[in-house]
Nanobody, 116 residues
């Protein structure tokens, strides 16, 4: 059985940083691309960052380019999202997505709130 669990969310002041983690178990982690999505109140779900099975291949939404960094540690079955220079527009529930052709798994989400 596959489990995907995010952690690291919380309340942070504008300009601050957070690091989200996502652990996926019950699968061969290295075979999967990893994505971080977010859903802000009243908005559609947004793909924030992706990293392929080749760790050199990353992609970011324009809204987070230069502020967020996605990385993975296949030995720990973990993907990270380092978020710097946070602002109120980054407030959302962040979801980890584990994907390859024919398989797609989601975590329960972790809340990130940016507020003074």
């Amino acid at each position: 059985q596959v489990h995907v669990v995010e952690s690291g969310g919380g309340l942070v002041q504008p300009g601050g940083s957070l690091r989200l983690s996502c652990v996926a178990s019950g699968l061969t982690f290295s075979e999967y691309a990893m994505n971080w999505y977010r859903r802000a109140p009243g908005k559609e779900r947004e793909l924030v960052a992706s990293i392929g099975t080749d760790v050199g291949r990353t992609n970011y939404a324009d809204s987070v380019e230069g502020r967020f960094t996605i990385s993975r540690d296949d030995a720990k079955n973990t993907v990270y999202l380092q978020m710097d220079s946070l602002n109120s527009e980054d407030t959302a529930v962040y979801y980890c997505n584990v994907w390859k052709w024919g398989s797609d798994y989601w975590g329960q989400g972790t809340q990130v709130t940016v507020s003074s």
